[in-house]
């Protein structure tokens, strides 16, 4: 079947490896141009090598203000269809033990980026009236807090509420364009290793999470949540008090570093 390009490209940060790297292979079968933004330049190169698209390579840290700021300006001259916000990272271990400076670096990465590449590229789209967002945000951030994962749940409710506030907006000013945030749970991607965590749960696959996560977006499903068992927990969560939650989201933490 033939491929049609796509006049707008499609960016995606953190598109070296793990979901954004799927985001970037099935939107390339799509026909999108791609512009694929990440720190490891040459994995980068690597994968635009294998995409039969147009992709334009800019190597980014997104925990800088000087790179976000660079990104915004080469990405310019070209039409923005597609912004999937992937780049993000986890700590996990007591808030007393763990690294300030890996802290505030998540915090930039897991929300500042999201919202400043979220605030620059948003009006564009609506005064299209055409266009979509996904934040990749996590269960984590649907749940009211999660004990020796302090800062990352609390990075993730950033997005998952950001994202789910600028939708009912979008759709109050009877606009055609899409944001929605993907809540998975375990991904089977480098996060653990950054993370320092191995997960209690068995992981789901970065291709079906893709998959799933782009049908969806196209369907225009505001919260997006790819297994059976975590739309069940998520629907649970509103009939337990806050403090059991929490005590129970601290135990299963917990399970991770003692493993």
Request: aromatic share 8%.
């Amino acid at each position: 079947m033939e491929v049609h390009q796509k006049k707008s490209y499609a960016l995606i940060t953190g598109a070296s490896s793990g979901i954004g790297e799927e985001f970037a292979k099935k939107l390339a079968k799509k026909g999108y141009p791609l512009i694929l933004t990440a720190r490891r330049e040459e994995r980068l190169k690597k994968l635009a090598k294998k995409l039969k698209t147009q992709v334009i390579v800019i190597e980014a840290d997104l925990s800088s203000d000087s790179d976000r700021n660079r990104l915004i300006e080469k990405i310019r001259p070209y039409e923005i269809g597609i912004l999937i916000n992937n780049a993000g990272f986890g700590d996990c271990g007591a808030f007393t033990n763990t690294r300030l400076e890996k802290e505030m670096n998540m915090i930039e990465v897991n929300i500042k980026a999201v919202h400043f590449l979220t605030k620059k590229l948003l009006p564009g789209m609506l005064k299209n009236n055409s266009g979509y967002i996904l934040n990749v945000a996590s269960s984590a951030g649907l749940f009211p807090a999660g004990p020796y994962m302090a800062a990352y749940y609390a990075t993730k409710s950033y997005v998952a509420s950001l994202t789910r506030a600028i939708a009912h907006e979008i759709k109050e000013r009877g606009k055609n364009v899409y944001i929605g945030c993907l809540c998975p749970g375990p991904v089977n991607t480098e996060f653990n290793a950054v993370a320092d965590v191995e997960f209690a749960l068995k992981g789901i696959s970065p291709e079906f999470c893709s998959r799933y996560a782009l049908k969806k977006m196209f369907q225009k499903k505001t919260v997006i949540i790819p297994t059976l068992t975590l739309k069940l927990a998520v629907f649970f969560i509103r009939f337990l008090p806050s403090n059991i939650m929490i005590a129970l989201t601290a135990h299963q933490q917990k399970r991770k570093l003692y493993r």
